[in-house]
């Protein structure tokens, strides 16, 4: 599977930014995707992630309220709308996915994921 996100840029605090992802894969509504972050210095952390069906969300409380995840099976794409952005979401943000038979979506880890894009900056000035 290859994955492809873009999407990002420079905006201010306050601001919305909609992240995509372009997924090459015969069965794409038989993976589960996520989003993941990492700033300078810091390592990998999770952001959200939603199930192959979409119905099943998880989010870093961080974001909680603030991104949405979405999919859209039928065009091998999956989004992350970013509102009320904060200096500190500045970071290379990633999209990633995995194969998954079920609605489970608790995939936290960057180790669960075998599938990696190439990643995307987002800079958030105050």
């Known amino acids: 599977v290859q994955l492809q996100a873009s999407g990002g840029g420079l905006v201010q605090a306050g601001d919305s930014l909609r992240l995509s992802c372009v997924v090459s894969?015969?069965?794409?509504?038989?993976?589960?995707m996520g989003w993941f972050r990492q700033a300078p210095g810091k390592e990998r952390e999770f952001v959200a992630a939603?199930?192959?069906?979409?119905?099943?969300?998880s989010y870093a409380d961080s974001v909680k309220g603030r991104f949405t995840i979405s999919r859209d099976n039928a065009k091998n794409t999956g989004h992350l709308q970013m509102n009320s952005l904060k200096p500190e979401d500045t970071a290379v943000y990633y999209c990633?996915?995995?194969?998954?038979?079920?609605?489970?979506?608790?995939?936290?880890?960057?180790?669960?994921?075998?599938?990696w894009g190439q990643g995307t900056q987002v800079t958030v000035s105050s």
């Open positions: 990633a996915a995995r194969r998954a038979n079920s609605n489970y979506v608790q995939y936290r880890s960057p180790d669960e994921y075998k599938d």
């Open positions: 939603i199930a192959w069906s979409g119905d099943s969300l």
């Open positions: 894969a015969r069965t794409w509504s038989r993976y589960a």
